[in-house]
Structures are given as structure tokens and as C-alpha cells.
């Protein structure tokens, strides 16, 4: 249970390295938190600096769940690893979206979520993947593809654990649930914003979003 309860808090501290504040510093020298949504995470940091620093962060941020759920895989003991990997990742997207270095103003913890899936399952982004950037290209709201991932994501290990039990966890949905719920609170706003016709959408094919 020590072990346990170490990997969570560095999962959460690894979900806490601000990626994108570092990318716009690096990038443009201004504070991503006083520009566009205020989030830290790729969608704003991609509108207010640009397509590369957007990318990067997009990636990082999916890394430094996926290295939460890994580190949880290496460490905690065989009779809780299942539920020291789900919820290492949960606790990823937790430090993404609320880092304790930023004084708990991040992201909403789309990209993370989808590394956080893959260090459970690696072959979860080639399905998860396609089908959040179709709903985000297709519709344009970054809001609703984040929240899309962690739904897709929750249906996919719940199969998976209905039809292959024997090498998929069931502890595995928990994760998805999880990240359901701290995505939808982080969305919030979006949605608010959505049901009243002012969400902006989001043009991935444009270099820069003003």
C-alpha cells in the first residue's frame, strides 16, 4: 500500500510538469494562462502559439500520463498493480488539470487521457485516436473530441474486458470512468458556452488560431 500510495503522488506530480505554460515561454515568451481558453494544455497552446509548440505539447503531455501508468506497472506489487496502473493514470490527468506548480490552473486533460490509455493498452491509441480527430475535425469542437476520448476509451477497456477477460483487467474501466469525470468538470465552461451557441470552434488546419 506505501508503494502504492508513492506512485500515485508521482503520477500526480508527473500529470503536474506544465508542458504547455514551457512551450508558449520557449515559444513566444507570454504566460498561456492569460491567452485564449487559459488552459496550458495543446488546443490552446497550439491557438496562441502555433502549430509546432501545439504538437509538442499534445505529445508530452500524453507521455507524462503514459510514464504515471508505466512507473505504477514497475513498482506496485502484483496483487494491486491492476488498480496502481488505472489509478496512477486518473492521477495524471489529475496533475494535468490541476498542477500544483501552476497553482492547480492546467488543462483539460484530453492528451493525457489518451496517454494515460496507452500505457494500460499501447494498441488503445490506434482506435481511440482516429475517432477523437474525426469528431474534432469533423465538428471542430476541441471541447467535445476531449471528452470523446475518455468515453471511447472507457467503452474499449470495457469490452475488452467483457470479451477477453483473461488479458484484459477489469480495473481498467475505472480509469476510463475516472477520466470521464475530471474531464467533463474541466469542460465545464465548454459546454455552458456550447449550449449557448458562443464555443468557438477550432481549425486544426490553420497555423495559427487568433
Not at 515568451?29 to 488546443?43: A, K, L, N, P, W
Not at 476509451?153 to 480495473?171: C, D, H, K, Q, Y
Amino acid at each position: 500500500m506505501v508503494w502504492l500510495i508513492l506512485v500515485l503522488v508521482c503520477a500526480y506530480l508527473l500529470g503536474s510538469i506544465p508542458v504547455g505554460f514551457l512551450m508558449v515561454r520557449l515559444f513566444t515568451g507570454e504566460d498561456v494562462r492569460q491567452m485564449g481558453s487559459g488552459r496550458t494544455g495543446g488546443t490552446n497552446t497550439w491557438r496562441v502559439a502555433g502549430r509546432l509548440p501545439g504538437v509538442l505539447t499534445t505529445v508530452l503531455d500524453g507521455f507524462k500520463a503514459a510514464a504515471g501508468v508505466w512507473l505504477a506497472q514497475a513498482v506496485v506489487p502484483a496483487e494491486l498493480r491492476y488498480w496502481g496502473m488505472a489509478l496512477a493514470g486518473v492521477c495524471a490527468i489529475l496533475g494535468h488539470n490541476y498542477p500544483v506548480f501552476l497553482r492547480f490552473k492546467g488543462g483539460a486533460g484530453g492528451a493525457s487521457c489518451v496517454g494515460g490509455a496507452v500505457g494500460l493498452w499501447a494498441p488503445s491509441i490506434l482506435i481511440v485516436l482516429p475517432i477523437a480527430l474525426v469528431i474534432w475535425w469533423g465538428i471542430g469542437y476541441a471541447s467535445l473530441a476531449t471528452l470523446s476520448v475518455a468515453v471511447i476509451i472507457t467503452v474499449l477497456f470495457g469490452a475488452r474486458a467483457i470479451f477477453w477477460p483473461a488479458v484484459a483487467p477489469w480495473e481498467f474501466i475505472f480509469y476510463g470512468v475516472g477520466a470521464i469525470v475530471l474531464l467533463a468538470w474541466a469542460l465545464r465552461p465548454n459546454f455552458q458556452r456550447l449550449v449557448r451557441g458562443e464555443e468557438r470552434r477550432f481549425n486544426p488546419r490553420a497555423k495559427r488560431q487568433v
